[in-house]
């Protein structure tokens, strides 16, 4: 047993070999793709900042997924999204969602990503509702890979991990999509208190405004693993309430409280 997980139709399981590396999506053979290229088949989801299709590449027939991200953008926000789009082209690791191309037109950022069909960790989580322990551990072996290559090739912070932006396909591959996208939103937003995206998963240092580092995004992923593993986001909302209705509430309780840890009778001692 190598850990490793695979989830199809019929559920999730971890597979006992690791099966063969599927090749790598084939790429248009001028390298380049544009809008004109592609068909719209269906939209898949909708985030805050705009919508994701699925699109099929004309001439090979493959499936990409095209977020568009509506924004109007000054020329001095240009370069910096000019710059985070360039480090997200050029990621190339088996737990990163490759991104094939990306343009700015009409006051709209359009990627072309690689499909993950199996949806995100969100929606998987949906229709669990809890993934137990040697699971998620396969899961974390490779969200920690792709995190791994992010920090120390790539050089970047995620910002944003939460269990929508955690990708999963068909042979059980895990993979971290929307790096660079927060960077994206925060260098159009300008002010903090522009932000339009969840707290919930936000370290304690990033919230008081104090310097951050790689650090940060461990932290949202040990709350991601811990909600994937109860049911239930880590930080509970005050009684009588159903869910966190004031964000300040949230917020001071991820900083004032010690961190959450898992009941010791349910998962090992090495998780909890
Ligand atoms: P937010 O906008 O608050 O960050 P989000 O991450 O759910 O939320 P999007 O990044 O726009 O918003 O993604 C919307 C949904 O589209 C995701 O939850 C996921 O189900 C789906 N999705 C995103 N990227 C892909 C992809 N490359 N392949 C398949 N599905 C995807
Ligand atoms: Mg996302």
Redesign the pocket.
């Known amino acids: 047993m190598d850990g490793d997980l695979l989830v199809n139709r019929d559920g999730v399981r971890i597979v006992s070999q690791s099966e063969p590396d599927a090749p790598p999506p084939i790429q248009p053979a001028d390298n380049q793709m544009s809008l004109a290229d592609i068909d719209t088949i269906k939209v898949?989801?909708?985030?805050?900042?705009?919508?994701?299709q699925?699109v099929q590449h004309k001439w090979t027939c493959q499936f990409f997924?095209l977020?568009v991200i509506q924004m109007n953008i000054e020329e001095s926000a240009r370069k910096a999204i000019a710059k985070e789009l360039k480090i997200n082209q050029s990621a190339q690791c088996p737990h990163v969602?490759l991104c094939y191309q990306s343009f700015y037109d009409n006051g709209a950022v359009s990627i072309i990503?690689?499909?993950?069909?199996g949806?995100?960790l969100?929606?998987f989580l949906r229709k669990v509702r809890t993934i137990p322990e040697p699971y998620l551990a396969a899961i974390t072996k490779q969200v920690l890979k792709g995190l791994l290559y992010l920090h120390h090739e790539k050089h970047v912070i995620h910002r944003?991990m939460?269990p929508?932006?955690l990708?999963i396909n068909h042979r059980g591959e895990v993979k971290i999509?929307?790096f660079g996208?927060s960077a994206i939103m925060q260098s159009t937003s300008g002010q903090a208190n522009t932000f339009?995206?969840?707290y919930n998963y936000m370290s304690p240092e990033r919230i008081s405004g104090g310097k951050y580092d790689y650090k940060s995004d461990i932290w949202s992923l040990g709350l991601v693993l811990m909600e994937c593993a109860t049911g239930q986001f880590p930080y509970a909302p005050p009684e009588q309430e159903e869910g966190w209705v004031n964000v300040y509430e949230l917020m001071e309780a991820i900083v004032e409280q010690p961190p959450p840890h898992l009941p010791s009778d349910q998962f090992s001692p090495e998780f909890g």
């Open positions: 898949i989801g909708k985030g805050n900042g705009g919508i994701v699925l997924a977020k969602v990503l690689e499909y993950m069909d949806g995100s969100a929606d944003d939460k929508s932006n990708l999509t929307d996208v339009v995206g969840t």
